[in-house]
Nanobody, 127 residues
Framework: EVQLVESGGGLVQAGGSLRLSCAAS????????IGWFRQAPGKVREGVAC??????????EDSVKGRFTISSESDNDGHTVYLQMNSLKPEDTAVYYC??????????????????WGQGTQVTVSS
């Protein structure tokens, strides 16, 4: 069973940085694209970054380009996908989730039929 556990959120001032982690298990890592999503209060969940594990291809939503970086790491302890977030803005405040996704030429979508969202990690950026 695919399991993704997010961590690393917190409270930071505008202009600050955070690095989110997504610990992945129950999947053949290189067969997947993994995306980071966020959901702000009263808004729909949106994809912000995605990475194809097999070849490192990436996509970023326009509002985070140049500020966020997605990366991955595999070792004997498992697989982790990171989201390095720099120059944070108050509008980045949201709960952030990772999930299996599909990287498209012009964006990303959630993997069809995936519904086992983790608890997410709260990112709060103060002005």
């Amino acid at each position: 069973e695919v399991q993704l556990v997010e961590s690393g959120g917190g409270l930071v001032q505008a202009g600050g940085s955070l690095r989110l982690s997504c610990a992945a298990s129950g999947l053949t890592f290189d067969d997947y694209d993994i995306g980071w999503f966020r959901q702000a209060p009263g808004k729909v969940r949106e994809g912000v970054a995605c990475m194809r594990m097999r070849d490192g291809s990436t996509w970023y939503e326009d509002s985070v380009k140049g500020r966020f970086t997605i990366s991955s790491e595999s070792d004997n302890d498992g697989h982790t996908v990171y989201l390095q977030m720099n120059s944070l803005k108050p509008e980045d405040t949201a709960v952030y989730y990772c999930a299996p996704s599909v990287l498209l030429p012009t964006g990303m979508v959630l993997l069809l039929n995936f519904d086992k969202w983790g608890q997410g990690t709260q990112v709060t950026v103060s002005s």
